[in-house]
């Protein structure tokens, strides 16, 4: 696994234990309220891998109960962009 992914925080992980475990697959989340976080994926089928994901969070423009909306990077999907904040 890339080294500099491995010093990341996990998005919905512990407080008290952040960091990424080895042998899980994870993806970097780019720009929005939530960029710089991994989010964990290693469970995913490949639809859900191609498809992007709506992630709660607090941060976003419409505060408690809202989502930001990350989708894979063309060309680098191990980055996912954020799309916007949805309700």
């Known amino acids: ?6 010093r990341g925080r996990v998005y919905g992980a512990d407080p008290e234990d952040p960091g990424p475990r080895p042998g899980r697959a994870y993806r970097e989340l780019v720009g929005g309220p939530l960029d710089g976080l991994l989010l ?7 639809a ?12 976003g ?3 408690a109960g809202g989502r930001a909306l ?18």
Do not use: C, N, S
């Open 70 to 87: 990350y989708e894979p990077r063309r060309g680098d999907p191990r980055r996912w962009d954020w799309r916007g904040d949805t309700p």
């Open 61 to 63: 423009a419409f505060g």
């Open 40 to 46: 964990d994926v290693t469970d995913w089928e490949d």
């Open 1 to 6: 696994m890339d080294e500099e992914i491995m």
């Open 48 to 59: 859900q891998l191609r498809r992007g994901v709506a992630l709660a969070t607090e941060l």
